[in-house]
């Protein structure tokens, strides 16, 4: 028989901690869709009258099957709970589940608040009593709970009942300096349920100082809380919170968790967990982590040889789990480490079909090493290692012909009369027999300059006739420059990373000792790639 495990998602308040990161309402309305839709139990919005964004959002609270949660904070010391201004400010968001924090230390209750560790107690106490005499489910988070045990046991022990007794329907340990290791985590959790306190009515909320977030939280499931708290992506203050994109599969996925829990997750949902990660990315404007565990670009690469040879037998020898589960990709790069494994494998991939015998498969690989020599890289650029392949396969359709291009920068006077640089491309194509002239200048709303290569990519993408609506979704998210050769010699090396509006994302290189003439080659084939999706024109070999 499964026991019942809840997720708890703070992304939009814990999250928003993060330095940089600030969620505009409409941002928090996408990503509280987005959560709602994978599946977890509760969705914490924010702390309403806190700042203007999060009192809009829940003026205009989202309708979800999730239950959407105000955060706040215990009463103030020396007026009651019906009094407190902030506290009214949470209830008056008017959700049926409210989560407020508070001092379970006693070195924060004397040194930060100056108050005596009873009047604390107390407080936590009228605070959640107020709550459920309003018809609320109260949560209480144990503030520095594992700190706090450590100095005084009976105390922060003391404060959970406090809460417990005044109606709390969750206490939930908190890690908040995120100091405690896992095996501390789950001794003093298994010490809770020994004083008396349930595991089902407990909670784990973990932050990433040691980076062991994900493992202190794995630890007090093992030791008997039951509900988990963390962030997509482990956004959080300082080193973040608990990653769920980490833990979700974990729990859905891996022993002795599969087994043992139920969620509100569905392995159908887990199915989309890489495009939300991605999805929330793409909202901050932020380049995916490549290494990040089950939802990375490079969690199911694998470059040596003689893995790719094992992965083609069978993908359990290199592979923990099916990337597909988690919506995920396998890759096998290539670079000139590769073999015909690792060829086969990525051409197959790409749709090609090519037998061992074909004296393509050398070919391909001779130019991959005398190009990757020039300083070209096809291990993180795939979508120019396909079109490389398709061209000497003789599969690779001319969609168009650049006959020429120009870009120029300079630096004028705005309207505010504050210099500024403004480049301008030009490019001059022939499509279907015919030439077109494009012209773009690189700026943004303010008037901004957004560089050359910007220029060059709207002017490329601006007039290709019948092929410009098939690209029309397509945008530049990460851009990388490399010198691979220093000196007067110097060879430049431009990454580029593009996503369509299907979360679709592939990388594609180029190299020139101009680092224009870099950018536009490594453009060309991302628009190429682009196109051959969009026609359909993968042919077999």
Known sequence: MTER??????????????????????????????????????????????????????????KTRAKFTAFGMTKRAGRSAENDDVLAEVLNAGTEHVCLVGKTHEFHVVTALGISLEENAENIRASMAHIVAQGREALFDAEHFFDGYKANPAYAIE????????????????????????????EITQAVIKAGIKGSKLGIHTHNDTENAVACSLAAIDAGAR???GTLNGLGERCGNANLTTLIPTLLLKEPYASTFETGISLEALEGLTQVSRKLDD???????????????????HKAGLHASAILKDPSTYEHIKPEVVGNTRIIPMSNQAGQSN??????????????????????????????ALGYTYDSAQASFELLARRILGQMPEFFEVKRYRVSVERRKNKYNKMISLSEAVVVVKVDGEKRLSVSESHDETGSDRGPVNALSKALSKDLGHYSEMISDMHLVDFKVRITQGGTEAVTRVIID??????????????????????FDALLDAINWKLLRATGKLARG
């Open 283 to 301: 909202i901050l404007n932020r380049v995916p982590q490549r290494q990040a565990p089950y939802v990375g670009a490079s969690a199911f690469a």
């Open 159 to 186: 404060c959970l009942k406090a809460a417990e007794e005044a109606g709390a329907n969750w206490l939930v340990l908190c890690d908040t300096n995120g100091g405690t290791l896992p095996h501390e985590v789950f």
């Open 498 to 519: 593009s996503e369509d509006s299907q979360g679709q994302r592939w990388s594609t290189v180029g190299v020139s000792p101009n680092i224009v003439d870099a950018s």
């Open 227 to 229: 509900q988990v708290q």
């Open 5 to 62: 495990l809840y997720i708890y998602d703070t992304t939009l308040r814990d999250g928003q901690q993060t330095q940089g990161v600030q969620f505009s309402t409409p941002e928090k309305h996408q990503i509280a869709e987005m959560l709602d839709a994978l599946g977890v139990d509760y969705i914490e919005g924010g702390w309403p009258g806190a700042n203007p964004t999060d009192s809009d959002f829940f003026n205009e609270a989202p």
């Open 343 to 372: 060829l086969r494998k990525r051409l197959a991939d790409a749709g090609l079909e090519v037998a061992k015998s074909d004296p393509a498969l050398q070919q391909i690989l001779d130019e991959i090493k005398e190009r990757e």
